[in-house]
């Protein structure tokens, strides 16, 4: 069966860091793109980041460039997106989700459960 699973989330102060990991069962990562997504309350949801299959590229939302960090354990069938100086408007709950074909997309067959990010003195 494939599934996704979220975890890393919690509480964090301005200016700290988190690492979510997002672990795949029922398929090989490798051959996927993984993407990261991010949704708070009253909001839609968007795209934060993603890594194409192969390592043949990245993408990183506006918003988190130079602070956000995507990469690959291919042993460990997991994909990990390191948070670093983090700010309050990072608070939402945070998805993974598998992209056929093994490119980047908006259109995504698989997603994780989520885990909850907030950001607040």
């Known amino acids: 069966q494939v599934q996704l699973v979220e975890s890393g989330g919690g509480l964090v102060q301005p200016g700290g860091s988190l690492r979510l990991s997002c672990a795949a069962s029922?398929?090989?990562?490798?051959?996927?793109?993984i993407g990261w997504f991010r949704q708070a309350p009253g909001k839609e949801r968007e795209g934060v980041s993603c890594?194409?299959?192969?390592?043949?590229?990245?993408y990183f939302a506006d918003s988190v460039k130079g602070r956000f960090t995507i990469s690959r354990d291919n042993a460990k069938n997991t994909v990990y997106l390191q948070m670093n100086s983090l700010k309050p408007e990072d608070t939402a709950v945070y998805y993974c989700?598998?992209?056929?074909?093994?490119?980047?997309?908006?259109?995504?067959?698989?997603w994780g459960q989520g885990t909850q990010v907030t950001v607040s003195s």
């Open positions: 890594i194409s299959s192969y390592g043949r590229g990245t």
């Open positions: 989700a598998r992209s056929p074909g093994g490119f980047c997309s908006s259109n995504n067959d698989y």
């Open positions: 029922g398929f090989t990562l490798e051959y996927y793109a």
